[in-house]
């Protein structure tokens, strides 16, 4: 497989997998589950790399990978080149920070403001407790929350004001890396565009780098300098924001586009040509992991997996791209 990794890369994935064991009830025993399946990624400094794919393709437990809150059943991280083993997790924390999907959940209810956003400083050790809460006050203007929010309880804020408080947190550390995980699918849609407009602001502002978990294709286009397409637990396709919106070539990505809903009250629902039946992450099939669902299937896309390869466009993984490959036969 052709890595997309660089000698300028602030963040790495290098092949990696991570498997599940799943129980199938009493009688029935154990099965494997491929969760993510040999991605490599390569991530640099000031980049949006945006991860999308329908709901069970791995997106959040790469994410998880990235973080370091979970090990990778195979495969490594670096970060500025270095093995993330090497730093530790306090060390990995200061570098790389989550922001999760559901602000009600990812803060703890008996903290104030304060308190949940200097955390990180406190378990690193850094600062006094006046300092600490210096500091946090400092980031909650930075995220557009005024002094008198310290010290109230995340009960008695909005969900984006919540949000704005996790990204706070998120920052406290002056990370390299911003991993965020949905950080507006559980917002109302009036309030996500003020917190992407807020972690766009703050990206440029803080020299920030971010890994954006999304299934949104209009925040992605919206926010993203480079898209990751995850299918069944590989990467499917990898390119420039804007040649993936102009020029999508992996047929699965083409069909997440077909699926954006249109503004056009006649244009109706978009009919994906996927049908309504998503794959068995359980039981995936040989070959080509997308080829029961293509419309443009050949042949040997039953029997053979396609590498990731690289070309002028960027990565995609899909045989109708290989070097002197014929036309392709549609299959009915």
């Known amino acids: 497989m052709s890595s997309p990794s660089s000698p300028g890369a602030l963040l790495e994935a290098h092949d990696l997998t991570r498997s599940f064991s799943v129980s199938q009830g009493l009688f029935e025993g154990r099965r494997i589950l491929h969760a993510v399946n ?148 559980a917002l109302d849609v009036s309030v996500q565009s003020q917190i992407l407009n807020l972690l766009g602001d703050l990206r440029r502002e803080l020299g920030l780098t971010y890994v954006f978990i999304s299934h949104n294709l209009v925040v992605v286009e919206h926010i993203a300098t480079r898209v990751a397409v995850m299918y069944l637990g590989r990467i499917v396709e990898l390119t420039g924001t804007a040649t993936l919106f102009r020029a999508p070539r992996h047929p699965y990505t083409r069909a997440l586009l077909a699926s954006v809903l249109t503004p056009e009250p006649r244009a109706g629902i978009p009919d994906t040509g996927l049908g309504l039946a998503f794959p068995d992450p359980l039981d995936p099939p040989p070959g080509c992991p997308f080829h029961p669902r293509c419309p443009s299937r050949m042949p040997h896309c039953a029997t053979v997996t396609p590498p990731l390869r690289q070309d002028e466009s960027g990565l995609v993984a899909c045989h109708l791209y290989e070097p002197r490959t014929a036309a392709p036969t549609v299959v009915a």
């Open 38 to 185: 040999g991605v490599s990624l390569s991530i640099a400094k000031g980049e949006v790399l945006c991860i999308v794919g329908e709901s069970g393709c791995g997106k959040s437990t790469l994410a998880r990978m990235l973080l370091g809150l979970l090990p990778p059943s195979a495969g490594a991280i670096a970060f500025g080149g270095e093995d993330v083993r090497r730093l530790g997790r306090l060390g990995m924390a200061r570098r790389v920070q989550p922001v999760f999907q559901d602000p009600y959940s990812s803060l703890n209810p008996r903290r104030t403001v304060a308190s949940i956003v200097a955390l990180p400083l406190a378990v690193q050790g850094i600062g006094s407790s006046a300092e600490r809460r210096k500091r946090a006050l400092d980031i909650l203007d930075k995220v557009g929350l005024p002094k008198r929010f310290a010290d109230r309880y995340p009960r008695e804020l909005s969900g984006g004001q919540r949000q704005r408080v996790a990204i706070a947190r998120a920052l406290i550390l002056n990370p390299d890396v911003v991993i965020c995980d949905e950080p507006t699918s």
